[in-house]
Every structure is written in C-alpha cells, then in structure tokens.
C-alpha cells in the first residue's frame, strides 16, 4: 500500500479491508513519503498487528517509484497491489489466489471487473472491464488489481516521465501484455470483491472516472441478477447510509444500511 497525507480516511478502510481478509498468509507494506503527523497517525492504527512493516521515506518521490519500493520490500511468495483509496470485501485475496495457483503455468492475475463507488453522488455502478476493449487483454482488465508471483517479476512502475505520478500502473501492465501476454490471467465475473472509489481527492478527477463507468458498466438486470452478492459487499463496506447501484440502462436498486 502507497499512501500520503490527507489520505487517512481512505487508508483506514483499506486497512480494515485487509485486517479482515480470509486468506491467513499475508502481510501489508505500508509505504509513505508523508509528513510526520501523518506517519504517527498510521503508526497508531496499526500498532497492535505483527504482520503490517512500515516504511516511511524522507523526501518526495513520485507514485511509481513508490510503488516499486513497496514491491521490493515485499516478503511473500507473491505481492497485490493494495491502494489506499480502495476498498475488497473479505474474501478478495482467497479467491484471486486460488484462481492464480489453479493455473501454474500464469505468473499473475488481475481482475476483470470491479465495483466503482462515488462518495459524491451515493452511486455504485458494476463496472466490466472486457467492454470496449476491443480484444486486447491490456484493456480488459483493471491495472491496480494486479497479484503476482514476486519470482521472476521483473516489471518496474514508471518512476519518473509523464506517467510516474497517474497511470503508472496501466503502462506497466501494458508491458506485461504486449510482452508476456499468455501468463497473465483475467478473474471475471468476481466484481464485488473489490469496490473502487472517488471520494474527490483521487489522483484521476471525475470525468475520468465517469468515463469508465459510462463505457463499460453493467446493465441493470445483471445487477439485479446478483443483488444478493452486491448487498452482502455493501452490507460488509459501511460505505454510505444509502447508495443507489446503477446500471448503464439506469437504477437497479436501493441499498440501505441495516
């Protein structure tokens, strides 16, 4: 996980999210480059877990050479990314897991569909990825949902050009697939895992995350379809008191907190 300050809100639940994860061999590296209220705030969060490091940096660094750090410091057979401002419903690392140990001849794993969830409006769309993208695997599936294999990877984050602080994580996965395509695999059908999130202080701006939403959002009887997995996510998330879920032909349902 990369994070600076003004993100701790965000962080908090991503924490959770992983504090709650089913998969019992884990471990999160927490990365920052932050200021020191900032640091102390983490550092009082997570005191009582043995299985959460700390790295925190001094000076500025842009968000792809942090997450290359973060990489390289990982312990684990395998590392994910785990973003600040994203939230995963308990049994995310479980089934991405055992989907990726299931194919041994692939060395990563993304997912190809995911909840997107705007704090501003109270709407939850359902977002599939394979839509719109026209064939090509780099486009159909999300770059910050990457779990990989730590051995053999040798794929770096952007650190410094016009991609090292926004889509670093696209560009690299790019490479992945324009280079090493058939290892990689694409989890589908398992969007309710994994809710992905504007709440105004991301590092994209709306219309950019509309656009998503927009292209490639499910329709409304597929959400109604899986209401029941929707629901027991949001149930779990505690995102708002009420939050329409949407789909690309308009309002599935209303959920509500219990």
């Known amino acids: 996980m990369v994070t600076d300050t003004g993100r701790f809100d965000t962080l908090k639940r991503s924490y959770q999210c992983y504090v709650d994860q089913t998969y019992v061999n884990r471990e999160l590296v927490i990365v920052t480059d932050g200021d020191s209220e900032y640091k102390d705030c983490i550092a009082k969060l997570v005191a009582d877990r043995n299985d959460v490091r700390l790295v925190f940096l001094d000076g500025k660094y842009t968000l792809g050479a942090l997450r290359n750090i973060s990489v390289g ?52 769309y359902w977002n599939n990825w394979e839509k719109h993208s026209g064939g090509y695997k780099k486009f159909g599936l999300i770059p910050g949902t990457i779990l990989a294999h730590v051995d053999g990877f040798s794929y770096r984050y952007p ?26 695999l694409i989890l589908k059908n398992s969007g309710y895992l994994h809710v992905y999130s504007f709440n105004g202080k991301n590092v994209w701006d709306v219309e950019h995350h509309m656009e998503i939403s927009k292209k490639r959002s499910v329709s409304r009887t597929y959400l109604i379809r899986h209401r029941e997995l929707i629901s027991r996510t949001l149930d779990y998330m505690q995102l708002d008191e009420r939050i329409d879920v949407v789909g690309m032909d308009g309002l599935a349902f209303t959920w509500s907190k219990k």
């Not at 016009?162 to 889509?167: I, V």
């Not at 994580?169 to 992945?176: A, L």
């Open 159 to 184: 650190s410094s050009g016009e991609h090292a602080a926004a889509g670093e994580d696209s560009v690299m996965t790019g490479e992945i697939c324009e280079t090493h395509g058939e290892e990689v």
């Open 73 to 124: 410091l990982a312990h684990g057979d395998m590392f994910v990314q785990w973003d600040d401002d994203d939230f995963n419903a308990p049994a995310r690392l479980a089934v991405q897991c055992a989907y990726l140990l299931k194919h041994p001849k692939s060395k990563m794993c993304f997912l190809g569909d995911q909840l997107h969830y705007y704090f501003t409006t109270r709407h939850l």
